[in-house]
């Protein structure tokens, strides 16, 4: 290096203060030192590293320096690698998702008749049983319905009564016309005897004209009678199927006031709007003095019967299978721990049965991983707490039965 470049070198590095001249001659005296201290190199050695160890020096490296140190890293460097291996190894045996929500089919509660609300002996998120009243419609004009249908159930039947009983009459007149028909026809045969008998007299000489005209007199008679006769026995057994016929259309009308009278009775039933299943009540909106029309929400009810459905990704199904155990953290109760198991898996994404489905084959498509509903039925739902629709779970699905490599370890210690 020049002169020129270590003077400016200098000139950089002194104190403020400090002339250039003055830093120069500073620097001279300790080259000089630096020169007599370092030996010249002869021409058949070359210049080698100092002997830190023969001149007292600690070893240089960390490892050396601080022996300790390095082995505690070294162990929490394994200790990590082996606690990431068992996370990794016992997370493959479970499936998870935050994508989980419970669900139930709750519906509204309405009334099938019109009429005011009397009573409602609920009250908001009531637990009901199957069977308990919701709300009461006045009755009065229901009650009044079913007593004139069942007054035309009781006119008709006894219509009915009235052509039984004639129908018996008329039996008992079939039954004299044929008697009566009977009776004409053995006439008929003594007048066919006498007029045959009068006859051979007469044109024998044995007996007058006028007689033997007498009994074919009485012969043509009899015949007669018998024609009418018979005329009496075809008009009564006429009668007699004529009357069947209006009995028929008596039971006909019977049932048709049967049925009006069963319709009065299931409208005056429905005037108590009652639970049809377990269940709370939810949103109660009915009211005393309300006018409720038919089909007008009372209030939605929320059935006893929930489950899960867990949106897992596609990617997670692959081993997924319906009877797989499950364990459910409800976010409302997290000291809580639930299970279940799974009951079926949708045969197709969420977004096939939407409202409005994605269209692939259109537009500019972009692959994602698609969410598919899992059904799981809780097997121990807690009755001290309300669950609801729409609340929130974190479902672990158990996918592999075989124990991990942490389970095992954990079952040895």
């Not at 007498?214 to 009678?225: E, I, R, V």
Request: aromatic content about 6%; proline content about 6%; cysteine-free.
């Amino acid at each position: 290096m020049s002169s020129e470049t270590q003077t400016a070198l200098v000139a950089f590095r002194r104190p403020p203060g400090q002339s250039s001249t003055d830093a120069v001659t500073a620097e001279a005296p300790e080259r000089a030192r630096r020169s007599v201290a370092a030996p010249a190199p002869t021409s058949g050695n070359l210049p080698h590293a100092p002997d830190r160890t023969a001149a007292g020096e600690p070893p240089t490296g960390f490892l050396r320096q601080h022996p300790s140190a390095s082995a505690i890293g070294l162990f929490f460097v394994i200790a990590t690698a082996a606690a990431s291996f068992l996370y990794w190894d016992n997370a493959q045996h479970f499936q998870t998702t935050d994508d989980a929500f419970i669900a139930a089919r709750q519906f509204p509660v309405a009334p099938k008749v019109p009429g005011y609300v009397t009573a409602v002996p609920v009250t908001d998120n009531q637990h009901v049983a199957a069977g308990d009243v919701i709300a009461r419609i006045d009755d009065r004009d229901y009650r009044v319905a079913l007593a004139q249908a069942e007054a035309q159930v009781a006119a008709a039947q006894a219509g009915i009564e009235d052509i039984d009983a004639q129908i018996d009459v008329q039996h008992a007149q079939v039954n004299a016309s044929q008697a009566q028909l009977s009776e004409t026809q053995a006439k008929l045969i003594y007048a066919q005897q006498q007029a045959t008998r009068y006859g051979t007299l007469t044109r024998e000489g044995w007996s007058s004209r006028q007689t033997g005209e007498l009994a074919t007199a009485q012969l043509y008679q009899q015949k007669a009678a018998l024609s009418s006769a018979r005329a009496s026995l075809t008009v009564a057994q006429r009668q007699f199927e004529a009357l069947k016929a209006q009995r028929s259309s008596a039971v006909a009308h019977l049932r048709e006031a049967q049925a009006q009278r069963d319709q009065a009775k299931l409208n005056l039933s429905y005037t108590t709007v009652a639970a049809a299943q377990a269940g709370r009540v939810v949103q109660l909106g009915a009211a005393v003095g309300e006018y409720a029309q038919a089909g007008t929400a009372l209030t939605m009810f929320v059935p006893d019967k929930i489950w899960v459905t867990a949106n897992f990704k596609e990617t997670q199904l692959d081993d997924m299978r319906p009877g797989q155990p499950v364990t459910l953290e409800i976010d409302a109760y997290p000291e809580r721990t639930v299970y279940g198991h799974v009951a079926s898996v949708q045969p197709g994404s969420g977004t096939a049965f939407s409202l409005l489905p994605a269209e692939n084959a259109t537009g500019n498509y972009v692959k994602i991983v698609q969410r598919v509903p899992v059904k799981i039925i809780i097997d121990n739902p807690p009755t001290d707490v309300a669950l609801g629709p729409g609340m929130s779970v974190l479902p672990t699905v158990r996918v592999n039965a075989t124990p991990s490599l942490y389970e095992r370890l954990r079952s040895w210690l």
